[in-house]
C-alpha cells in the first residue's frame, strides 16, 4: 500500500482517538468542577503505529485489505485508574453512553494472561465524520490502575527489546512484579475511602478559592481600594484556618457583598422595564 494511502486510511482513528480521548477529559473535568471523586486518573490515546500494523497482519495472516475489518485496535484510548474498583465504574459509564457501542470485553483483571498482564479490554463500535460521510469503525478502550500500566509498559518495552523472547530468568521476575502489583492494588484499595475524603476535600477547597479568587477580581471593578485590601486580609485570615466552612461562608458574603454593588448600578426605572 502506498505510503499517501496509509495516511488517508488512518486518519478517521486519528480523529476517533483525538474525540474520545477528549470525552473523558471532559468527563474528569466535570468531576473535578464539581468536586467529585472521579474514577479516571489519566486518558492517553495513539494510532497504531504502521510497523506494528504490519507485525500483526504478519503474525494472523490478515491481508492488507483486509485489516480494517480484522485488527481492532487500529485506534486505541488507555484509561488510567487509581483503583481496581475504579475500572468496573469506567466500565459501567462506557456501557451507559450511546456514542460508544460495546462490542466485546475481556477481563483481564479477574483472569490475568499467563504473562502475568491485566487489564480490562473492550472493543468498541464508534463513528467518526469526515468529508466523505460518517465513518463507524472500531476501537481498543484498555482499562487499568496505575500499577498495572507500569507493569505493562516495562514488559511491552522488554518484549521489543527482546522480540517476544523475553529471557525465562526475566520472564520470572516480571511474573513476581505482577504479584507484586496484585498486592500492592489490593492493599491500595484498604486505605481507599480515606485518600478518596482528602482528594475530594482538596478539589472542593480548590473550587471555592478559585471561586472567591473570581469574586475579589470582580469587586475590584467597583469597589474602592479600602474595602478590597480589608477583603483581602479576610481572606488570608480565612484562608490560614484550613477550614472548607469557612472558606464557604466568607465566598457566600462575598456574593452578598457583589450584589449589594450590582444593586447600586442597576439605572433607575430599569426595574420598570
Ligand atoms: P501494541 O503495541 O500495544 O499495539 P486478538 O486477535 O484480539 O485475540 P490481540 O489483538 O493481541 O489478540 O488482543 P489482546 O490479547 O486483547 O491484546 C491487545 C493489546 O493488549 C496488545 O496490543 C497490548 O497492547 C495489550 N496486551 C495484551 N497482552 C499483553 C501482555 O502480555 N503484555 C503487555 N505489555 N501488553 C499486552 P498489541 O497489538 O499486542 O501491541
Not at 444593586?263 to 426605572?269: D, K, L
Request: charged share 30%.
Amino acid at each position: 500500500m502506498e505510503i499517501q494511502l496509509w495516511r488517508e486510511m488512518l486518519n478517521p482513528y486519528g480523529l476517533a482517538v483525538k474525540e474520545v480521548t477528549t470525552k473523558f477529559e471532559n468527563l474528569m473535568k466535570e468531576h473535578r468542577d464539581r468536586g467529585v471523586y472521579c474514577p479516571i486518573e489519566r486518558v492517553e490515546g495513539r494510532v497504531k503505529t504502521v510497523s506494528s500494523i504490519l507485525n500483526k497482519c504478519q503474525k494472523k495472516k490478515i491481508p492488507l485489505q483486509d485489516m480494517e475489518k480484522r485488527i481492532s485496535d487500529l485506534a486505541g484510548v488507555r484509561i488510567i485508574c487509581q483503583f481496581v474498583e475504579d475500572i468496573d465504574k469506567v466500565v459501567e459509564i462506557i456501557k451507559d453512553r450511546k456514542d460508544m457501542e460495546v462490542r466485546q470485553e475481556r477481563d483481564y483483571i479477574r483472569n490475568a494472561k499467563e504473562s502475568g498482564y491485566r487489564s480490562y479490554h473492550m472493543i468498541i463500535n464508534y463513528t467518526v465524520y469526515t468529508l466523505q460521510g460518517p465513518k463507524p469503525l472500531t476501537m481498543e478502550v484498555q482499562i487499568r490502575t496505575m500499577a498495572m500500566n507500569f507493569w505493562a509498559t516495562i514488559e511491552h518495552s522488554l518484549q521489543y527489546k527482546y522480540r517476544k523472547n523475553i529471557p525465562d530468568d526475566i520472564r520470572k521476575r516480571l511474573l513476581n512484579a505482577a504479584d507484586a502489583v496484585l498486592m500492592l492494588d489490593h492493599e491500595m484499595s484498604s486505605v481507599r475511602s480515606e485518600i478518596m475524603d482528602v482528594q475530594n476535600s482538596f478539589q472542593i477547597q480548590a473550587n471555592i478559592v478559585a471561586d472567591i479568587l473570581n469574586n475579589i477580581q470582580n469587586l475590584y471593578k467597583v469597589a474602592n481600594k479600602r474595602e478590597i485590601a480589608k477583603i483581602q486580609d479576610e481572606f488570608y485570615r480565612v484562608y490560614s484556618t484550613n477550614n472548607i466552612d469557612r472558606l464557604e461562608r466568607f465566598n457566600k458574603q462575598l456574593d452578598i457583598i457583589a450584589e449589594g454593588y450590582r444593586a447600586q448600578s442597576v439605572p433607575m426605572g430599569a426595574d420598570a422595564m
